[in-house]
């Protein structure tokens, strides 16, 4: 169960989905539309096909948004021409899926939503992945961390390890975890849980 560990950068900063969508949009400029401020509230289907999504425009709609100020905001639709791609994360994925009419009919039923798909499965079995960090304390520093503050400059001090990031090199390009290890508790454990 060792594996190396993803490190989500490019040019020694940071590097995730929102980058990936802007250097797409910018590649292909008129295929690709990024709308901000929009909730995706229901997935617009044809028969059992994926239409286009509706949507909520306006800022700080979703409830549990610090932010979220109370405000319906204005309904929208858009269309695609080939597909819908859902992928609104482990909790609001199901639930998008269950307000389009995807999901355990009896469910959907209570609340007056048409059934697209009776899929029972949809939302069920939902489970948090928990990690705990583990702090340990060597005898000797790491070479590889020797002179390296983890924290910012002191008023007109300099940081030489900041000065490397600032090119792109160094330490602070990492997210400092080489390795993982995936393994099994107990022997007996068909899946691994640690």
């Known amino acids: ?24 949009q910018k590649e292909h400029p ?3 539309t990024v709308l901000q401020h ?3 509230t229901r997935i617009l289907f044809d028969g059992k096909r994926a239409i286009g999504v509706e949507y909520l425009a306006g800022k700080h709609l979703y409830k549990a948004d610090p932010q979220s100020n109370g405000i319906a905001g204005t309904i929208e639709q858009v269309r695609c021409r080939n597909e819908v791609i859902v992928a609104a994360g482990a909790f609001n994925t199901p639930q998008l899926l269950k307000l ?9 039923a209570q609340f ?4 697209v798909a009776n899929l029972p499965g949809v939302g069920e079995n ?13 005898k000797n520093d790491f070479a ?50 640690l």
Request: without cysteine; charged residues 20%; aromatic residues 8%.
């Open 112 to 115: 007056g939503i048409p059934v």
């Open 30 to 32: 008129g295929n690709l």
């Open 126 to 138: 939902l489970q948090d992945r928990y990690e705990v960090g583990i702090v340990s304390r060597f």
């Open 38 to 40: 929009a909730l995706a």
């Open 144 to 193: 590889l961390l020797e002179n390296v503050p983890f924290a910012p400059p002191a008023a007109g001090s300099t940081d030489a390890v900041f000065d490397l990031w600032k090119q792109g090199k160094g330490i602070y390009t990492s997210n400092g975890s080489l390795i993982g290890v995936i393994k099994r508790s107990t022997p007996d454990k068909r899946i691994p849980d």
């Open 100 to 108: 389009s009419g995807v999901g355990p009919a009896a469910e959907l």
């Open 1 to 24: 169960g060792v594996a190396f560990t993803p490190m989500a950068v490019a040019n020694g900063k940071r590097n995730g989905p929102r980058e990936y969508i802007v250097a797409t």
